[in-house]
T-cell receptor, first 114, second 114 residues
């Protein structure tokens, strides 16, 4: 079975550019999460979707960040404009349902903003 | 919100020895406590979890204990092997309607020396 798929795996961009990260959750999972991982702040939840609807975006750092889930098999996280402090590893995770249950993480996208 | 503290930040053991990682949490209503293992260049992967109605859970060489009164839980790995070397994260779930939300500890880098 394919796990959570993320693309690209690595992204290097210049400050001010738009960045789009992509995620395909595991088929049949109805909950999707975007996380950011940095040395300073650890693993932080950015946004949570349930049945393609954003439920909790309180972790989105600022208006430069936006996320969409147009259907059950695809989600995007967009940063516009990007800044050097956005450099981090971004993970997408999915779970079969919401609540206290295993979250399956993708391999992550390592973003570097110069 | 929930706060999770994890100790130690690094742990080095000899192959065959035991390793113990400890976490504390702040929200007494949290009731789900997973542990994730993250290998270099990969996303976190669930290795074991425990719910608040259970004090201990074991899976082969891995065990987790939970003390709800003291609000702490621990991961125990026995007979460590070099392939156990990774970063380990504890997490605690949110309560009630926020039970999808995992708050992660900062991680423990475990090194098992052959």
């Amino acid at each position: 079975d394919a796990g959570v798929i993320q693309s690209p795996r690595h992204e290097v961009t210049e400050m001010g550019q738009e960045v789009t990260l992509r995620c395909k959750p595991i088929s049949g999972h109805n909950s999707l999460f975007w996380y950011r991982q940095t040395m300073m702040r650890g693993l932080e939840l950015l946004i949570y979707f349930n049945n393609n609807v954003p439920i909790d975006d309180s972790g989105m750092p600022e208006d430069r960040f936006s996320a969409k889930m147009p259907n059950a098999s695809f989600s995007t996280l967009k940063i516009q404009p990007s800044e050097p402090r956005d450099s981090a590893v971004y993970f997408c995770a999915s779970s079969r349902t919401s609540g206290n249950i295993e979250q399956f993480f993708g391999p992550g996208t390592r973003l570097t903003v110069l | 919100g929930e706060n999770v503290e994890q100790h130690p930040s690094t742990l080095s053991v000899q192959e065959g020895d035991s390793a113990v990682i400890k976490c504390t949490y702040s929200d007494s209503a949290s009731n789900y406590f997973p542990w994730y293992k993250q290998e270099l260049g990969k996303g976190p992967q669930l290795i074991i979890d425990i719910r608040s109605n259970v004090g201990e859970k074991k899976d082969q060489r891995i065990a987790v204990t939970l003390n709800k009164t003291a609000k702490h839980f621990s991961l125990h790995i026995t007979e460590t092997q070099p392939e156990d070397s990774a970063v380990y994260f504890c997490a605690a779930s949110g309560s009630g309607g926020s039970n999808y939300k995992l708050t992660f500890g900062k991680g423990t880098l475990l090194t098992v020396n052959p």
